[in-house]
């Protein structure tokens, strides 16, 4: 495991699609700051200069790759334990949620050519920014407003980087985090709105499922969602 910090940089996912070909699997890229972070459809990802921990992690092992669709939900399981907090849930498929606010945003993203040569998963967790000015659809929380504490970054950064890298090295040897998953799953049961063959539809939720998409009910038929946003505020 290889890490890299910036004080500030374009975007720690943009750096790793540049530069993956000469760097090692599971290198870490860290910023203090992002010029032009994102977010999952191209939004800005804004955040306070040092305030939050923003971070990309590349992977280039074909038996991780070939596990895609099911490292976005661990990553933000692996985050969960790692902060070991209370009323902490997974809003499949890439954010963290505290109560009904949201504390961390991960976006996967593949670099392919024939084929996929490797995935970057980009991670924003709120720390210790205290106030959150703009419009968000959900009002954002961070760590110091849910403990009213100032967190070390870097024992936090640390921290965070090796519960990662511990559950990945599991996924490699068919570890199945299903069960430990689905008892932070925030969605489940819930009405929501999803794009359902490029028509918004409202959808109930039952749950992630075992290949970790998303089990929904619509119109009456159960289908699993792959992939896609479902949010429970209307387009």
Same mark, same amino acid.
């Given at each position: ?14 750096? %790793? ?23 999952r ?11 939050? %921990? %923003? ?37 499949w ?83 199945d ?36 998409? %998303? ?10 969602l ?7 505020v209307?387009?």
């Open positions: 495991m290889k890490t890299i910090h910036f004080e500030t940089i374009d975007s720690t996912n943009t750096y %790793l699609k540049k530069n993956y070909e000469k760097l090692d699997n599971f290198t870490f890229v860290s910023a203090d700051f992002q010029s032009a972070g994102r977010g459809n191209n939004r800005n990802w804004k955040s306070e200069k040092g305030e939050n %921990l %923003l971070f990309s992690l590349l992977i280039k092992d074909k038996t991780l790759i070939d596990k895609f669709s099911s490292l976005s939900v661990i990553s933000a399981f692996s985050i969960i334990k790692a902060l070991n907090l209370k009323h902490l849930s997974i809003k498929p890439n954010d963290i949620y505290y109560k009904d606010s949201k504390l961390c945003g991960i976006l996967l993203e593949a670099v392919t050519r024939n084929e996929i040569e490797c995935l970057i998963i980009g991670i924003g967790l709120n720390v210790n920014q205290r106030e959150f000015v703009g419009e968000y659809k959900r009002t954002p929380t961070s760590l110091y407003k849910i403990t009213n504490q100032t967190q070390d970054m870097r024992l936090l950064k640390d921290k965070i980087f090796n519960q990662i890298y511990s559950d990945f090295m599991k996924v490699k040897e068919a570890y985090f299903y069960n430990d998953i689905k008892e932070y799953d925030y969605l489940k049961d819930r009405q929501v709105y999803a794009d359902i063959n490029n028509e918004v539809k409202q959808i109930k939720v039952i749950g992630i499922d075992k290949d970790y998409s %998303l089990k929904v009910l619509n119109d009456n038929e159960l289908i699993n792959s992939s896609g946003e479902v949010t429970l209307k387009y």
